[in-house]
Each structure stands twice: as structure tokens, then as C-alpha cells.
């Protein structure tokens, strides 16, 4: 399964974010992206092989804070 999660810090790098998404399985690639040009909206996809494991990390996780800012997670169709 396929996760968006938006709302990351801008700095964050993708071995934060995989200590944060190891917890709940494995992980697969991880595609951080930045959007400079309105509202700085920093987000990410991350691939999680196991869709048990990808529902509970995004139950886990959604609205959790990293480094001042929420993340938002739900299922990425791209």
C-alpha cells in the first residue's frame, strides 16, 4: 500500500521519517517532495508492502505531531 503524509517538516529527512514508520512495519521506498510555491505544503509517499501494516501505522500516526507539525496520512491511488 501506497501512503501520502502530508504536513512534514520541511527538513525532514527520509531516515526521520522511516524511524517513524518502522514501528508499525516494514517499508519499502520513500518519496519526499516540497511545495515552495503557496502554502509550503511538505509531503511525502511512502510504500509499505503489507496493507495491515500500512492501515495501523496511518491510524497510528495521523495527527501525530513531527517536529511542530501534524501529519496527515491516507491511502495515495497514485
Do not use: T, W
Not at 531516515?15 to 518519496?31: S, T
Amino acid at each position: 500500500m501506497k501512503l501520502y503524509v502530508e504536513n512534514i517538516p520541511s527538513k525532514a529527512s527520509e531516515q526521520q521519517i522511516r524511524k517513524e514508520f518502522n514501528k508499525y512495519g516494514i517499508i519499502g521506498n520513500i518519496k519526499i517532495n516540497s511545495n515552495y510555491l503557496e502554502d509550503k505544503i511538505n509531503f511525502c509517499f511512502i510504500e509499505m508492502p503489507f496493507d495491515d501494516q500500512a492501515l495501523i501505522a496511518m491510524r497510528e500516526l495521523h495527527g501525530k505531531d513531527m517536529d511542530g507539525h501534524k501529519m496527515k496520512i491516507k491511502e495515495s491511488f497514485i
